[in-house]
């Protein structure tokens, strides 16, 4: 990192805020391969659009394939993908703006530091709302459901280092909504998640 810059003040989180009649928060969905993340994100995503609350959705579509795709999938690999997707949904929810972000994340150690960077300021400005939702499935269910065949090609050997089949995945311990994707529908995940947010002043309009 640099040592020879400065951080330069500009308008504080309140002021945009207080302009742009919204919160900022960053909504991090993990879970397994076929859990569902995606699927309740983009819905999560249209509902809170629809309720006009300015919001966007990070996912391994539009980050792999651009801002991260010189990454691959080794433990290192991963880490600099989390850190890098933490640091882009900081900024989208410093701007206020509710950024949603659909990826693996395996790794307890990882998601902390998404989470530490949204406690972290550089001003006078309050902590980042940080809900991390763990989209929990049995690897049974996610395999029967496989929609891209990875699992199937995970054992088949095609696939190295496949999260829940070659590589591991660290169940979150107290993530602050859990949701079990095959026992509970779409609509009511968005539901689950919107009233949440709602309880937590989230989504009201103005500061």
Not at 41 to 67: K, P, S, W
Not at 105 to 124: E, G, I, M, V
Request: aromatic residues 8%.
């Amino acid at each position: 990192m640099s040592t020879n810059i400065t951080w330069h003040a500009g308008l504080t989180r309140q002021e945009r805020s207080d302009l742009r009649k919204q919160k900022g928060c960053t909504v991090w969905f993990t879970g397994l391969s076929a859990s569902g993340k995606s699927t309740i994100a983009i819905a999560l995503e249209q509902h809170l659009l629809h309720l006009g609350l300015a919001t966007y959705r990070l996912d391994g579509d539009n980050v792999r394939f651009g801002l991260n795709k010189d990454l691959g999938f080794s433990p290192k690999d991963r880490e600099e993908n989390i850190r890098r997707i933490a640091e882009v949904a900081k900024l989208f929810a410093d701007s206020t703006t509710i950024a949603l972000t659909s990826f693996i994340s395996p790794y307890a150690a990882d998601r902390q530091l998404a989470r530490d960077l949204h406690a972290s300021t550089n001003n006078t400005d309050a902590p980042l709302p940080f809900i991390e939702v763990f989209i929990d499935i049995p690897v049974e269910e996610a395999e029967k459901r496989d929609p891209k065949g990875l699992y199937k090609k995970a054992r088949a050997g095609e696939i190295k280092e496949f999260t829940g089949i070659s590589a591991p995945y660290e169940r979150p311990e107290k993530a602050e909504i859990h949701i079990h994707s095959e026992k509970t529908s779409v609509e009511e995940a968005v539901r689950i998640i919107t009233q949440y947010l709602e309880e937590k002043g989230l989504l009201k309009v103005g500061s």
